[in-house]
């Protein structure tokens, strides 16, 4: 089988390759023996020398100790010198000894030394002639301290010949080991040597090797991509157009193919160069006519844009997850975000989403089931403003696939606010067709009454009868309450028009505390004026004003029936003039805080319902409002916005 340019290359790379891992792996073992051996080296022989060197000074450090004692002549001193020896005269010498053997069993253990070696059994039949000969030396040496301390003249002199005879002889055996032991040295590193020289030299002739053999490989490669030079010409002639040059390479080898392909190539080309030719007018008509088409998609697309993003309706588009992927300016404003802010996130990042009640479950319900949902006078706002229509819609492709959301919001708050005015209108109407009823059938017949009632009291009090005059005041107080009934609903019926004028809402302020103070204390009920001295001016009526606040601490009293704090402030921010009533009543349920303003509705049992609800047209009709925040059983706070005068005398309204 024939191998192919590619396969051969490939071939002569591996082998290459393989050669120098070859000359990689002999260096890395023969230099790994060799540095086994320097570490036999450093671990056992090296270690024998060190141990050979300190035995020997150890003995001579003996030697001398002892012969300071036989040159002493002052018994004292030598008495002292032979205490300090015996204690401190102890087996150095054997403990290195020890130490030695030691470190021939490890070398042993590890493969290093043979226990047949030559070299080894000499050194140890050597170190146990060594710790012998120690031995008897320290058995002679304390005779010897023995003698001296008992001062035996005769005796010291031949102990010293004995111990002077044995010191010779284990000198001689240290000298004989440590020459042992360096000889041992000396033969290692001269066998170092030669084995380093050897693994050069064969690392030198076996690179020399694998060179050689990577030029012979660079030297058939070339010889089989040469062909390709003219291949590459003639591809260049291809692109410059010239499909008529034949390559002339006729090898049964990849180059040979690639080069009948090129020819193959060039003659398709030219055939194909000349149906282009033909068909050139119809692709320069289909050209133009998509460029046309591409036209009228941007225009289309620009047209659509400009809608979408002028269209006073808040829309968000969201996709088949419900993630946003685009929205209008005006949903921007709306909610309170950027498409930069929102795009790729949930809809819960839309500022005020979380007030809209089933607002999720609106959105599922649409993707699930494909059909409109809307929610009808949202409130995105804290204070229940603005009002949104919403209405969530599903978008589909062609094989009605769900490919997104479509959410519409539109601002209702004027149409709402409109529409609850012209309710509150026709209450306010109809209530005034019922106070002046009121008015008419029972004011005039409940005044004759009461004067009826008041001379047969004046009569019935010259007979002396107390139990028909208690009848006639319980009849008499009735009629007073059904005289202030009518009274309230004929001023609710009969608002004077408003009288305006710059006035400081402080003085009112202050006014209505020091005329209130009184009946409030009555009840346990402090009042506290925190005034800002600095607040401007504003246009209003007086008397309007003070009978607003009026019911508002009204109010305040009844919710503390067992005494409390009411504290009116006042400041001002933004052309605005703020007033706040906070009592420590009862408080409101949170529930009921958006009906307490409309007419007829009361949370007491003795009250009508109009009190706030005038309190409400005096400061619309003076361009403010009012709200209320309350938490149950810890107080109620009122606060008043009113516009600042623009110190032109008229209304604020207009």
Not at 62 to 86: P, W
Not at 124 to 134: F, G, K, Q, S
Not at 199 to 204: A, K, R
Not at 621 to 650: A, M, N, Q
């Amino acid at each position: 089988m024939k191998l192919s340019i590619s396969t051969r290359l490939f071939l002569g790379f591996v082998i290459v390759m393989l050669s120098f891992a070859g000359v990689l792996v002999f260096a890395l073992v023969r230099f790994q023996s060799l540095g086994t051996r320097f570490q036999q080296l450093g671990e056992t022989y090296l270690t024998l020398s060190k141990v050979a060197v300190q035995m020997d000074l150890t003995q001579e450090s003996r030697r001398m100790d002892t012969l300071r004692i036989r040159d002493l002549n002052d018994s004292a001193s030598r008495d002292m010198l032979i205490s300090f020896l015996r204690s401190g005269f102890r087996r150095v010498l054997w403990e290195k000894v020890k130490y030695a053997q030691t470190a021939i069993d490890r070398a042993q253990k590890s493969g290093t030394l043979s226990p047949d070696d030559p070299w080894t059994v000499q050194a140890r039949e050597r170190l146990r002639l060594i710790e012998d000969l120690a031995a008897e030396y320290e058995s002679k040496s304390y005779s010897l301290f023995t003698v001296l301390e008992k001062d035996a003249g005769s005796d010291v002199g031949e102990r010293f010949l004995e111990l002077n005879d044995i010191d010779r002889k284990l000198s001689r055996e240290l000298r004989l080991f440590t020459n042992q032991t360096e000889a041992k040295i000396k033969q290692l590193m001269q066998t170092a040597a030669r084995e380093e020289s050897s693994i050069t030299w064969g690392v030198i002739f076996w690179t020399i090797l694998v060179l050689a053999l990577a030029v012979a490989v660079l030297v058939i490669s070339q010889i089989s991509l040469s062909p390709l030079t003219i291949l590459r010409e003639k591809l260049a002639r291809i692109a410059g157009g010239d499909y008529e040059m034949r390559t002339g390479i006729s090898r049964q080898d990849e180059v040979g193919m690639l080069a009948s392909s090129i020819d193959d190539m060039a003659k398709s080309l030219r055939l194909r160069e000349k149906e282009i030719s033909e068909s050139g007018d119809k692709y320069l008509r289909a050209t133009t006519d998509l460029r046309r088409l591409n036209s009228d998609l941007v225009v289309q697309k620009n047209f659509t844009e400009n809608i979408f993003r002028s269209i006073s309706a808040a829309i968000v588009v969201m996709d088949e997850r419900g993630r946003i992927s685009n929205l209008n300016p005006a949903a921007a404003i709306l909610w309170g975000t950027t498409l930069k802010e929102a795009a790729g996130k949930d809809i819960s990042v839309l500022k005020g989403w979380e007030r809209v009640a089933n607002g999720r479950e609106a959105l599922e319900r649409s993707m699930a089931g494909g059909e409109a949902v809307k929610l009808d006078a949202v409130a995105l706002g804290e204070f229940s403003e603005p009002l949104v229509d919403l209405t969530i819609t599903p978008l589909k492709g062609e094989a009605s696939e769900l490919r997104g959301v479509l959410m519409i919001g539109e601002d209702v708050t004027e149409r709402v606010r409109t529409k609850q005015l012209l309710i509150h209108s026709e209450r306010l109407a109809a209530v005034g067709m019922l106070a002046a009823q009121i008015t008419h059938e029972i004011r005039n017949p409940l005044s004759s009454i009461g004067l009826n009632a008041e001379l047969l009291e004046d009569s019935l009090r010259k007979r002396d009868d107390a139990e028909a005059s208690r009848l006639l005041e319980a009849i008499q107080s009735e009629i007073t309450r059904l005289a202030e009934i009518t009274e309230e609903y004929l001023g609710y019926s009969k608002i004077p028009s408003i009288k305006f004028r710059e006035l400081d809402v402080n003085e009112t302020v202050e006014s209505l505390a020091a005329f209130v103070g009184v009946e409030l204390s009555k009840g346990n009920v402090t009042i506290k004026c925190e005034c800002d001295k600095n607040i401007p001016l504003v246009n209003g009526d007086s008397g309007k004003l003070r009978q607003a606040f009026m019911n508002i601490v009204k109010n305040a009293l009844e919710s503390m029936k067992d005494g409390g704090e009411l504290v009116i402030k006042t400041g001002s921010s933004g052309g605005w003039v703020r007033l706040e009533f906070i009592d420590t009543g009862k408080g409101i349920d949170e529930k009921l805080i958006p009906r307490i303003f409309d007419a007829f509705y009361s949370t007491k049992e003795e009250g009508f319902g109009l009190g706030l609800a005038l309190t409400r047209q005096f400061i619309k009709e003076h361009g403010g409002s009012i709200r209320c925040e309350s938490v149950k059983g810890k107080g109620s706070v009122f606060t008043v916005e009113l516009p600042v005068s623009d110190h032109s005398g008229g209304s604020p309204t207009g």
